[in-house]
């Protein structure tokens, strides 16, 4: 257990570091810098701007810089020349710089301010796929080759081969426009959460739904199942105790991967409903050339990614005592 | 399809159903994969001939800007209208494409059966002109994943040990990247030399191509490399072993062919994945640009109009069954394909 989440540590730094390298050179290959584009910029307020942001320093000690954990500033500590007043910055002190496009903010400002909604979004989406997926899968699997099953198959294939896109304008096409339920877009109350989620949620509650669907068809026909039914339990009972705990193993594993994606796809569900989370701010510093805003959510959702896919093996290896930790 | 020259002889002298013709003929029963198999068909060959057809431009303007309501095709089939000058840039292909349905149609073209978008423009050609981005999307991505990734999992899988290990640490490495955010990152940084690229006649699709073929090859790697180290140790390759085939021999001549199966299958369930891409990047405003256009472009005007024109149904509807129907049609055949190839269902 240690030795694994030491070595998932080694490999997250290693990853880790391999992002921020990447996105830091991809970042300052940009010719003329973050400004050029704005050619309205007096000589003087231009130079003054790439001081404040250091991009007069030599690349390494900008890229010193940004990985951090020592600030290389004014404020740096007092063995490297600074006052001392602030001696941690960069990435590895959790300080991921200032924005070039929302001049008074951080990019942690930003963050912090946009990531809840963003979050609040994806356990709305995540809490769908998982309940439509296995709620589905589960009558699928109790009526196989029924015509249930062939009707939840084919929508589940359908909501795989979709793009959240168009779920999206379909739903607000039928649920906001046709019958006006629920909001066109926006944020603010817990209706307007319920399109953007299900739509972000629906092609995961259909993969959702697939597997769940597999892992009960296989374990319905094991042995103990049959015993449990042969007893008397009620048929109730023998799936919530001991068909679903097992034929759902495989949902758990792909709740990692799920989240990833559906991370990625609020990217463009918070375009489409106009919700200020951290996906649209990634698209507009993206489209703006706001980079160290775009460096900032790539890293941030790294880590979350990486801490996500951890604890989903750690809690797999709980519940299946037959996988161990040493191979994963 | 080759299944390495030691099984072809065996087949030859045995002469047998090979595995191949096995596979095609269990697909042929499948009825859905077939329908999937044809409907794709069809569609490519629409998307590849969309010059020669009596289509409408598919950036002509209507000057009312405003959307016109699909006419079908048993109330109006042609009309006049159509100007060569209405087009972006083309290659010579299609430039020559295009002459010739200026021979067979004269200025003739369909009437607008889809209706027509917020702007005025033809949605029936705007879908048959942006899948064909859609297609070449999938082919270059797939071929790309294809050559990167079937290479790296047989060299893994065929060396095994501490190489294995290394190799396949880096791909689970890889994987928990987000790339998708990389990747706008890259597309973001490429878009400030489009200049020069331009001038080397490189277009920001191409190298968003490369792009998602490089980020495409992961589960390919993995899928072959499991399947390598399978077979490494089977018959007919201690045979090859024997007679002195090289290892680059073994591999690529004998292991490779034999996971093809595999990989063909994981291909069509890769390239929905690459479509859906090139769509969700076009339409962050990050992958084809206007006046040119992909289905990710349709999909973006269209939400952006319905929030406004509520009415003008056909905007959602159009784009939103082709791309919907191309994608489950690749659905299906991808898992028609992978029950017809497994040899545990072989029966």
Not at chain 2, 137 to 144: E, K, P, Q, R, T
Not at chain 2, 304 to 319: D, K, N, Q, R, Y
Request: glycine content about 10%; overall charge positive; charged content about 15%.
């Amino acid at each position: 257990m240690r030795r694994f989440l030491l070595r998932r540590l080694a490999w997250f730094a290693l990853t880790l570091w391999a992002v921020v390298t990447v996105s830091f050179v991809l970042m300052r290959s940009v010719r003329g810098g973050p400004f050029s584009a704005e050619r309205s910029l007096p000589m003087e307020v231009e130079a003054s701007l790439r001081a404040r942001y250091h991009l007069d320093w030599p690349l390494w000690k900008q890229y010193l810089a940004y990985l951090g954990p020592l600030e290389l500033g004014p404020r740096a500590p007092t063995f490297l020349g600074g006052d001392g007043s602030d001696p941690f910055g960069g990435v590895l002190a959790g300080d991921l710089g200032p924005s070039y496009k929302y001049r008074d903010f951080t990019v942690n400002d930003v963050l912090a301010q946009s990531l809840p909604i963003s979050l609040a979004l994806g356990s709305v989406s995540l809490f769908f796929a998982v309940g439509l997926g296995v709620a589905s899968g589960i009558v699928s699997a109790l009526r196989r080759g029924g015509f249930l099953d062939f009707a939840l198959r084919l929508l589940a294939t359908l909501g795989i081969a979709l793009p959240n896109f168009v779920v999206a304008s379909l739903a607000i096409l039928l649920f906001a426009i046709t019958f006006p339920v629920f909001p066109v877009a926006g944020w603010g109350s817990l209706r307007h959460l319920v399109l953007p989620g299900l739509a972000l949620g629906a092609p995961f509650a259909a993969y959702v739904s697939r597997l769940t669907r597999t892992g009960l068809v296989e374990v319905l026909s094991q042995d103990y199942v049959r015993t449990a039914v042969a007893k008397g339990l009620p048929p109730w009972l023998v799936l919530w105790r001991h068909a679903l705990p097992a034929g759902c193993l495989p949902v758990l594993t792909y709740l990692g991967p799920a989240t990833a994606g559906i991370l990625t796809g609020s990217l463009v569900i918070e375009r489409i409903f106009a919700i200020p989370g951290t996906g649209s701010h990634f698209v507009n510093s993206a489209l703006n050339r706001d980079y160290t805003l775009c460096m900032g959510v790539t890293i941030l959702y790294t880590v979350l990614v990486y801490a996500l896919n951890t604890l989903v093996d750690l809690v797999s290896t709980w519940l299946d005592p037959r996988l161990s930790l040493e191979e994963a | 399809m080759g299944f390495g020259i030691l099984m072809d002889r065996a087949d030859d002298a045995w002469r047998g159903t090979s595995p191949g013709r096995e596979a095609w003929r269990r697909l042929r029963r499948d009825r859905f994969a077939m329908a999937s198999l044809v409907f794709l068909a069809l569609f490519a060959l629409l998307a590849l001939c969309a010059p020669l057809l009596p289509l409408p431009s598919p950036m002509a303007l209507d000057l009312a800007l405003e959307p016109r309501a699909p006419t079908p095709p048993w109330e109006s089939f042609l009309e006049r209208g159509f100007q060569r000058e209405q087009f972006w840039s083309l290659g010579a292909l299609d430039r020559g494409l295009l002459a010739l349905r200026e021979r067979l149609f004269g200025d003739r073209q369909t009437a607008h059966w889809f209706g027509t978008d917020a702007k005025g423009r033809d949605l029936l050609a705007r879908i048959v002109w942006g899948s064909r981005i859609s297609f070449e999307a999938a082919l270059a991505a797939g071929l790309v994943s294809l050559f990167v990734g079937v290479t790296y999992g047989a060299i893994a899988g065929y060396a095994g040990g501490r190489i294995d290990n290394a190799m396949m640490r880096l791909v689970d490495a890889l994987y928990s990247i987000p790339f998708i955010f990389l990747v706008i990152f890259l597309v973001t940084v490429v878009n400030e030399y489009r200049g020069e690229l331009g001038r080397l006649g490189i277009e920001r699709l191409h190298v968003f191509f490369v792009v998602i073929g490089l980020v495409w090859w992961l589960t390919m790697a993995r899928i072959v490399r499991a399947q390598v180290r399978a077979l490494k140790e089977a018959d007919f390759v201690q045979a090859a072993r024997v007679s002195g085939a090289s290892h680059a021999r073994i591999l690529f001549a004998h292991l490779v062919p034999n996971v093809f199966p595999m990989v063909i299958v994981y291909l069509t369930l890769t390239i929905p994945s690459v479509m859906l891409f090139e769509a969700f990047l076009s339409f962050l405003g990050l992958g084809v640009e206007p006046p040119q256009v992909s289905w990710g472009l349709i999909a973006l005007d269209s939400s952006e109009a319905i929030g406004v024109l509520h009415t003008s149904w056909w905007l959602v509807f159009f784009p939103s069954a082709s791309i919907g129907a191309t994608l489950f049609a690749l659905n299906v055949l991808g898992d028609g394909l992978r029950d017809a190839l497994d040899p545990r269902r072989r029966g």
